[in-house]
C-alpha cells in the first residue's frame, strides 16, 4: 500500500525537525557557556534554589546583661562637698560596681542594725512577743538601746564575726563597738543581699525583718527617694547618720535591696558643711537617680525588676 502524500510531507517536516534540534543543540549549549561566563542568566532558566534578590542578614542576639563589663566611671557625676562612696550589686551573680573608692570604710551608723536583727532572729530558738517589738521600733524608727541589748547577749565580738563569714565581707574589720563599726560599700551591697537572700535568718524571719526594712518611718530618704513609688513598696532600706565629735564630721548612709539588685551610698562630711543628713541625703538620691537613669542599667531597674 503507498503513503498518502500528505502523510509522507508530514513524516518529511518532522525528521527535518530533529535533525535541526540535533544540529542546534550544540550551539545552545555553547551560547549558554558564554551567557554563564558573562554573569548572564536567562530569566526562563531560574529556579526556586536562584533567587533574584540575596537574602537579608539574621539579626544578631543581644548579649546578656553583665553588670561587670559597664564602666562604673561614666554613670555618676558628683560635685558636692565632702566624702562619698557608692556600690550596686547584682544580685543574679553577685557582680559588684561603684566608685573608684567603693572599698574605703565610713562608720555604718544604724545600717549595721539590720545585720543585729538578722543575727538574733538566727541565733534566738523562739524570740519572745517583747523581743520582736523591740526589733520592730529598732529598725522602723532606729532604736539604738535595742541595738545595745541585742548586742550584748549576742555577744559584740562573735556576732560581728559571723557577720564577716556570712556576708564574705572583704573591707569590714570585726569589733566590739555596733555603733563605731565601719563598712564599705562593697561590703554594705553585700551584706544586704545575704540578709535579703535569706543567709542568716530562716524564710519566716527574713520575710518579717524585710517588712520591717520597707516600712521604715524615721529615716527612709536617700537612695528610696529616687524611685518611683510602686519600686518603694518594694525596696527594703536601712539608712545610718550620726556625728563623729572628735572629727567634727556628719555621717550619713543608705543600704537598700529588692530581689533583683542592692545598693549602698555612704557620705561624711564636715560639721561645718551641714550638722545633720539632708546633705548625705542629697548625695545619695543623686547617685540612685543617675544610675536609675542610666540606659545600660536598665535590665536593673527597667519595667519588670525589682
Not at 517589738?133 to 547577749?153: C, F, N, V, W
Not at 518594694?234 to 563623729?244: L, P, S, V, Y
Amino acid at each position: 500500500m503507498k503513503t498518502p502524500v500528505s502523510r509522507r510531507r508530514a513524516l518529511i517536516a518532522g525528521s527535518a525537525g530533529l535533525v535541526t534540534l540535533a544540529v542546534g543543540a550544540p550551539l545552545l549549549l555553547k551560547q549558554a557557556a558564554v551567557n554563564a561566563n558573562r554573569g548572564w542568566v536567562d530569566p526562563g532558566q531560574q529556579t526556586a534554589d536562584e533567587p533574584s534578590s540575596p537574602k537579608a542578614s539574621p539579626t544578631p542576639a543581644t548579649p546578656p546583661f553583665d553588670l561587670a563589663t559597664i564602666d562604673p566611671t561614666k554613670l555618676v557625676t558628683v560635685t558636692a562637698e565632702g566624702w562619698f562612696s557608692w556600690a550596686l550589686m547584682d544580685r543574679k551573680n553577685g557582680a559588684i560596681i561603684g566608685s573608684p573608692n567603693y572599698n574605703q570604710t565610713n562608720r555604718a551608723c544604724s545600717m549595721i542594725k539590720t545585720w543585729i536583727a538578722a543575727d538574733y532572729l538566727s541565733q534566738a530558738k523562739t524570740p519572745t512577743k517583747t523581743r520582736l517589738d523591740q526589733i520592730t521600733i529598732m529598725i522602723r524608727d532606729s532604736d539604738s538601746l535595742t541595738a545595745d541589748d541585742i548586742m550584748d547577749e549576742l555577744g559584740r565580738l562573735k556576732s560581728f564575726n559571723r557577720m564577716k563569714a556570712v556576708c564574705k565581707t572583704t573591707d569590714f574589720t570585726p569589733g566590739s563597738s555596733w555603733s563605731k563599726a565601719v563598712i564599705s560599700a562593697r561590703d554594705t551591697c553585700r551584706l544586704a543581699d545575704t540578709v535579703a537572700a535569706g543567709r542568716v535568718a530562716n524564710a519566716e524571719w527574713t520575710n518579717w525583718l524585710l517588712d520591717l526594712m520597707r516600712n521604715v518611718r524615721r529615716g527612709s530618704w536617700g537612695v528610696r527617694a529616687a524611685f518611683p513609688p510602686e519600686v518603694q513598696a518594694k525596696m527594703a532600706i536601712k539608712n545610718g547618720w550620726d556625728t563623729t565629735s572628735a572629727k567634727s564630721e556628719y555621717h550619713a548612709n543608705c543600704l537598700a535591696v529588692t530581689d533583683r539588685w542592692s545598693m549602698a551610698v555612704l557620705t561624711r562630711y564636715p560639721l561645718s558643711v551641714k550638722a545633720n543628713e539632708t546633705h548625705g541625703a542629697a548625695i545619695a538620691e543623686s547617685i540612685a537617680k543617675q544610675l536609675l537613669e542610666r540606659p545600660e542599667l536598665q535590665p536593673l531597674f527597667g519595667k519588670g525588676t525589682p
